[in-house]
């Protein structure tokens, strides 16, 4: 049965539904030189949906389990989060736990300042026009 593995946001908890990104799970065991990638697929509509995250190896002992998702150049478009790659490097949860992971990936648009930061960019301004003019 599919459940929803886990889910793409932004800084702010937002699910990014809109994104054009792929996905990996690797995992990495203790005594080898590189991690093994053990699934893949494309994230659809800012989630991924599948069976469950593979098993892991009983024979060997877990390092650590990384999510990789990788966000596909927007050409000829605005896409504020095209060419990223975010590393999330955690424990895969079991199917017991609620697996409402979600995976962050930081904007790298230009946004509009607040008001307190415009606020205290004006009088930083004004500050720094009364010491030029005092220093006459």
Do not use: C, H
């Amino acid at each position: 049965m599919e459940q929803r593995l886990f889910t793409v946001t932004d800084d702010k908890g937002t699910k990014l539904q809109p994104i054009q990104a792929t996905y990996s799970v690797e995992y990495k065991y203790e005594g080898e030189a590189e991690a093994v990638k053990v699934k893949e697929g494309d994230v659809k509509r800012g989630a991924v949906v599948g069976e469950k995250f593979p098993e892991v190896d009983s024979e060997k002992v877990l390092e650590y389990s990384e999510i990789v998702v990788t966000t596909k150049d927007n050409v000829g478009g605005w896409d504020a989060y095209s060419g990223k790659t975010q590393r999330f490097e955690s424990k895969i949860p079991s199917e017991k736990e609620n697996p409402n992971l979600k995976v962050e990936l930081p904007f790298k648009g230009v946004r509009n300042p607040s008001k307190q930061e415009k606020l205290d960019a004006m009088e930083s301004a004004r500050q720094a026009i009364v010491a030029r003019l005092s220093s006459k």
